[in-house]
């Protein structure tokens, strides 16, 4: 007799992260349905169940998750800097919606739900580098605010009906799949304009310093989330635990295409903390993770992928 | 020349501590306006300009807060065994005008922003007793979360737009005006049934503990956060730092009143920690604030109070 194998739902599962795990899930001979406003890339899903539909269509989302025993929470609707803007729609958009998925997965016994949080922003301007779970959680921006409260409901859930949960704090994913568009994704934005001979806008002056984690890696982690008791752990940063400046990554980038980057350097952002690395022992610990590629192996292998797909984001944003 | 006073509008000043605050306020001479649903003691409010309203009504708070410099906020929608019931409305209810609210006084030039938060759900289970500001926020029930969340979005405020504020992480308030009604207000209850004879259901067997603090030195905790810098902190814990257990409270009473109380009691709620009582360091160095009022000189000044009105719980709620 052999147990029933887990099935998966990911919701966000047509965006940069949600397409590299389903396709992870999917190669590993799981079961998985992906849902969301969009795929970004609709023939690189095979074997894959999709599910059109708005996060804040709660019809959609029972419907989706329906059956399934374990949903991976990966949307966001608006992005960190949009979030600033229209603060109380941020809540509308996300948390509500969130609080919802919750009360169904409740309703339908999901065994778990493993949530995207940011590592970048939960911890505001870090008093401790590399920043350990345990830290203060002060946002200086929305977005970190909105995922620091879907994290604060998915405690409570499990406490109030032992809906069980995994939060991960993901730094900044980069990989194949990142589309350059929208002032997120500085890796593909960089490198897709580098490809095409475009210059690109910049905001401060490099100086920032940032955690990069491959996707692939990422993927690896939220799959390790979705089973185990991981040592009653719950929450987990996921980064490559080393800081790279926006300067060191362009040099980087550089050095690998054999040509320099055309830069328009902009103001600061008041968003942006100066430095964001988070410490990775706990996910090493209790969740047997750790980052398998290299920084500059991510870049290449960003790289080939961009050459063979040209990042047409025309294309793709029709 | 003598600068001028600071102009003064609570948020929910006809309710418990609201129309305690808006009282000692006018008292001391300020211009004080109110802002609610209902005043549950309208003719103790003299020298108060009364603006009726309701929080959500975006266009009813522009208008009460319009032309003042200090804002109290001590709205809160929900009770905190009600938000459990309806997460998704409590975060509408209460976040999100919260969020509006914000906007409002950044546009208005507001002065300051003095938030009521719950010093008694916003930790959750303390690991630390008396818990001081600086422990951990988890909260296990719906109403310490948004508590919580609109703390950060004070913090936000502050952080894009400078925004001053000081958050309130007040305890169990007892006292005057506090009504014995929707499962608040332990002490009032007690006290009202107790005076007119009846039984009191408690949920629980009496072993909880919580930090009990009057409401006279709660609006003087109020009254002292409007003004001054209390060397950068923003964030005070308001309580009296002791703990009483109910059975205690039920004690005290009763030796009070030389009469036994008739306890019914219910089983616990998941939504009760154990022990919660804060540590006020931090109120004494920086705010230049103790709690006067002992214990027991409360419970006394309540029950006399409760003489005078009776807790005619019934004409107040018809």
Not at 13 to 39: D, E, H, K, P
Not at 103 to 124: N, P
Not at 139 to 151: D, H, N, Q, R, V
Not at 198 to 222: H, K, M, Q, T, Y
Request: aromatic content about 8%.
């Amino acid at each position: 007799m052999v147990a029933q194998r887990p099935s998966f739902v990911v919701l966000g599962g047509g965006g940069f992260i949600g397409t590299n795990l389903c396709r992870q899930l999917a190669a590993s001979g799981y079961r998985v349905r992906a849902f969301g406003r969009r795929r970004l890339f609709p023939d690189d899903l095979p074997g894959v169940e999709w599910c059109q539909g708005d996060f804040t269509d709660a019809g959609a989302v029972a419907a989706a998750i329906q059956s399934s025993d374990i949903i991976f929470h990966l949307i966001h609707a608006t992005m960190p800097q949009a979030a600033n803007l229209d603060i109380a729609a941020d809540v509308q958009n996300n948390v509500v919606p969130s609080i919802a998925l919750l009360e169904l997965c409740r309703e339908l016994a999901v065994k778990r739900v493993v949530f995207v949080s940011s590592g970048g922003t939960v911890y505001g301007c870090p008093q401790q580098i590399p920043t350990p779970e345990t830290a203060t959680t002060q946002p200086i921006c929305a977005y970190g605010i909105s995922k620091l409260t879907i994290e604060k409901y998915l405690a409570l859930y499990q406490h109030l009906y032992s809906l069980d949960y995994r939060v991960l704090r993901i730094t900044n994913a980069f990989g194949p799949f990142q589309i350059a568009l929208k002032n997120q994704g500085v890796v593909a934005a960089l490198i897709a304009r580098a490809l095409n001979g475009e210059p690109i806008e910049i905001w401060g002056d490099g100086s920032v310093v940032r955690d990069f984690v491959f996707v692939d890696d990422v993927a690896d982690a939220l799959g390790k989330a979705a089973l185990g008791d991981h040592g009653g752990q719950r929450i987990f940063n996921i980064g490559s635990g080393r800081g790279h400046s926006l300067r060191e990554v362009i040099a980087a980038i550089e050095t690998l295409l054999g040509r320099r980057l055309k830069i328009e350097w902009k103001p600061r952002r008041s968003i942006d903390v100066p430095v964001s690395v988070v410490a990775i022992d706990r996910a090493r610990e209790c969740l047997d993770w750790v980052p398998k590629t290299s920084f500059e192996a991510g870049l290449q292998k960003t790289i080939e992928w961009g050459r063979q797909r040209r990042f047409d984001i025309e294309r793709l944003f029709p």
